[in-house]
Structures are given as structure tokens and as C-alpha cells.
């Protein structure tokens, strides 16, 4: 079974950083691309950022480019997202997927994690 465990969000004031893990397993992890997704309560989920399996690409929404940094460790089954500069527009809930870079999204037959909470407020 795919289980992805989010985890590192917290408050945090604008300009602040984040670091959030992703623990996967039930799956072989090097094989797959991999994405963070977020949502804020009222608005649809949108891509955050995604990385290859290997992990020498990667892509970013326009609102976090230079600010945030996907990567990967495929020794240890993780996955991170560095958050830098952080604004409150960045408050949601951040998810782990593994993602498909063919049709451009995240596999759609997999189910959503927990995620993890990310609140930027001063």
C-alpha cells in the first residue's frame, strides 16, 4: 500500500522558513516523480513543485519560484520542501504526491496523505 507521511509544517511569521518531510513507502520511490501540492480552505489544490525520480529536474509554480526548493533522497525514501521567504498567501495544507511528468499531474488513482499545516501569520 502507498503511504505518504507529511510532516514539518508550523506557524511561522512572514519571512520565515519551513523545511516539510515526506516518508514514503509501499512503493519502489526511485521509479517515481514526486510533488508537493497545497490548499487553502475555499480555493481549488494547485502544484507546488515537482521532481523526476532521480531527482535532476525540477519545476515550480510561478508564486514560489526563488523561494522554495523541492529534492529528494532516494537512499532514505524522503522527499522535502524548503520554504524560504515564506508570505502569508503560503498558508494551507501541504500535500506529498507522486507525480507523472508524461500527462503533467499527480497519479490520479492515489489517495490524498494527510499533510501537513502551514500558517504564515504575524
Known amino acids: 500500500q502507498v503511504q505518504l507521511v507529511e510532516s514539518g509544517g508550523g506557524l511561522v511569521q512572514p519571512g520565515g522558513s519551513l523545511r516539510l518531510s515526506c516518508a514514503a513507502s509501499?512503493?519502489?520511490?526511485?521509479?517515481?516523480?514526486m510533488s508537493w501540492y497545497r490548499q487553502a480552505p475555499g480555493k481549488e489544490r494547485e502544484l507546488v513543485a515537482a521532481?523526476?525520480?532521480?531527482?535532476?529536474?525540477?519545476k515550480y509554480a510561478d508564486s514560489v519560484k526563488g523561494r522554495f526548493t523541492i529534492s529528494r533522497n532516494n537512499a532514505e525514501n524522503m522527499v522535502y520542501l524548503q520554504m524560504n521567504s515564506l508570505k502569508p498567501e503560503d498558508t494551507a495544507v501541504y500535500h506529498c504526491t507522486r507525480y507523472n511528468w508524461v500527462i503533467m499531474g499527480r497519479l490520479s488513482l492515489d489517495s490524498w496523505g494527510q499533510g501537513t499545516q502551514v500558517t504564515v501569520s504575524s
Open positions: 509501499g512503493f519502489t520511490f526511485s521509479s517515481y516523480g
Open positions: 521532481i523526476t525520480s532521480v531527482g535532476g529536474r525540477t
